[in-house]
């Protein structure tokens, strides 16, 4: 049988002219269809609306707390959306406050919405946010006091130092005094708009808030009367001293 020889490719300009400009014309083609093509761009979506308390609990199958920590994974995720992160000043920081109130309502006894109240959203920095937080957990506060004193009064520090507010730091501190009053709380919480008096110059009036109050008889710890004791005597040095 004799040998078959095939001949070598033959070059790009011996194909017929038709099939070159063929050629050239599907190439052409092919780079305007990618260039039209719009490049996927991961975009952020809005922290949506909560659904009732009611509904959740419907959806849970009547297992409000396992879908109460089921949002608390999902709420504290949103801010990292696939393909892109948010930073906390670009969320709604009154729409947050309405999932708070639907977690803690699935969940009564649940420490997560004030946590993150107080400590992950209230320390953004930025002050329009950072009040809407501190204002949410003084409204709790005055739901239940003895409950949620510990989140008053981180917000009292918060507003103190970050706002620079000391008028709504001492808000804060008085309303600690005034309805915080579970032998649970700390004297120290308890006690906190004298510090907060004194550093705004109102010494005379720090010194008959705290007389008065050891006065009346009403404090028993051992710790707090050697506190306020301590106190009236720093007080009535820095008095003698301002005259």
Excluded at 10 to 18: E, G, N, S
Excluded at 107 to 119: F, I, K, S, T
Aim: charged fraction near 25%.
């Amino acid at each position: 049988m004799p040998a078959i020889f095939f001949d070598k490719e033959r070059p790009v300009w011996h194909v017929p002219k038709t099939v070159q400009l063929l050629l050239v014309l599907a190439l052409a083609l092919q780079l305007v269809w990618h260039c039209q093509q719009q490049t996927d761009v991961a975009q952020a979506e809005d922290l949506p609306a909560p659904m009732s308390v009611s509904a959740y609990t419907l959806v849970s199958l009547n297992e409000p707390i396992a879908i109460s920590k089921l949002l608390n994974l999902w709420l504290q995720s949103f801010d990292n959306q696939p393909g892109i992160s948010l930073s906390f000043h670009q969320l709604d920081y009154l729409r947050i406050t309405r999932w708070l109130d639907t977690i803690m309502a699935l969940d009564p006894e649940g420490r997560y919405p004030m946590l993150v109240a107080a400590r992950v959203y209230g320390s953004v920095t930025d002050p329009a946010r950072q009040r809407i937080m501190m204002d949410y957990i003084y409204n709790k506060f005055n739901e239940d006091p003895n409950r949620h004193w510990r989140w008053l009064a981180h917000a009292a520090i918060i507003t103190k130092h970050n706002l620079k507010d000391m008028p709504l730091a001492l808000k804060y501190a008085r309303a600690l005094a005034e309805k915080a009053t579970g032998e649970q709380v700390p004297y120290w919480a308890r006690d906190m708009h004298f510090i907060l008096l004194e550093d705004m110059g109102e010494i005379e009036a720090a010194k008959v808030l705290v007389g008065a109050l050891l006065e009346s008889g009403e404090i028993t710890d051992p710790y707090e009367l050697r506190f306020l004791s301590e106190k009236i005597r720093e007080l009535e040095e820095k008095s003698t001293e301002g005259e």
